[in-house]
Structure formats: structure tokens, C-alpha cells
């Protein structure tokens, strides 16, 4: 397996577990990341500087919207996609976010079809975005 891709796999890991528990991510957790994952891209580069600048783009658009739904999308959880972005590539970021907003619709399906949840209700979105990325590894054998 890919280090870089580990590394990922460690941090989704963390932060899953901590947005279950308190619903936000740790500033200093994810300064310490981006600066592991830093050095990391460094000596294992997946591109040229447009590639690497591209990886962050589907974090970028997170950030976007959540300034656009005034949170409705976490600002922790683009961040955390754009730290995937120093280490995987575009597609491998974007693919792994489309599985993890897959797994996540199915989940506020069954909890609006359970009378659970309404259209408003709100849950961590990064414990769908670690099974998502493993999901797309898997499947594309990216590790």
C-alpha cells in the first residue's frame, strides 16, 4: 500500500472518530496532518504542481459551499478534503468524496424514511467519508 495513501486512511480514521464524538475537528490535529502530510507529498510527489494544486480543488468547493449554506456543510469536513488533496490525486480526492456523499445520502434516506430525521437534520459527514475512500480504493485498487 502507498504511503501516502495510509497516511490518508490514518487521518480520515481520527477524524471520523472525532467528529462522531464532538461534531467538530481539532485545529491542531489537522495543522499537524496538513504539516505530516506535507512532508509526505514532498519526498512522494503524485505530479506536477498543477496536479498537486488540482487535488485541492474538492476541497476548495466544499469551502465554497459551505460559505454558500452557512455551514450546512461543515468547514472542518472541507478541510479535510483538501488535506486528502496533498496526498491523493484529483480524481482519487473527488471520487472518494462521491462515494462518501453516496453512502451519506442513504443514510438520511433511511433516517427520513424511518421518521428518524428531517429534512434539516444535520450528522457527521466524515464517518461516510473514510468508508467512501476505502470503498473507491478498493474498487479503482488505487492503494
Known amino acids: 500500500m502507498r504511503p501516502e495513501v495510509i497516511a490518508v486512511l490514518l487521518m480520515l480514521s ?9 461534531r467538530s475537528i481539532s485545529l491542531r490535529a ?19 504542481l498543477l496536479s498537486f494544486a488540482a487535488a485541492l480543488l474538492p476541497g476548495t468547493f466544499l469551502f465554497l459551499i459551505c460559505a454558500l449554506t452557512r455551514e ?6 472541507a478541510a479535510v478534503v483538501c488535506l486528502m488533496g496533498l496526498c491523493l490525486s484529483v480524481s482519487e480526492v473527488a ?16 433516517l427520513l424514511l424511518s421518521r428518524r430525521g428531517r429534512c434539516r437534520t444535520s ?3 466524515l464517518p461516510f467519508l473514510l468508508p467512501g475512500t476505502v470503498l473507491f480504493l478498493l474498487v479503482s485498487r488505487s492503494f
Open 14 to 22: 481520527f477524524f471520523a472518530l472525532q467528529d462522531l464524538r464532538s
Open 30 to 48: 489537522a495543522l499537524f496532518f496538513g504539516a505530516a502530510e506535507t512532508v509526505l507529498a514532498f519526498f512522494h510527489p503524485h505530479g506536477s
Open 72 to 77: 450546512g456543510i461543515g468547514s472542518g469536513d
Open 95 to 110: 471520487l472518494s468524496l462521491l462515494a462518501g456523499l453516496f453512502l451519506s445520502f442513504f443514510y438520511a434516506a433511511i
Open 123 to 125: 450528522f457527521p459527514f
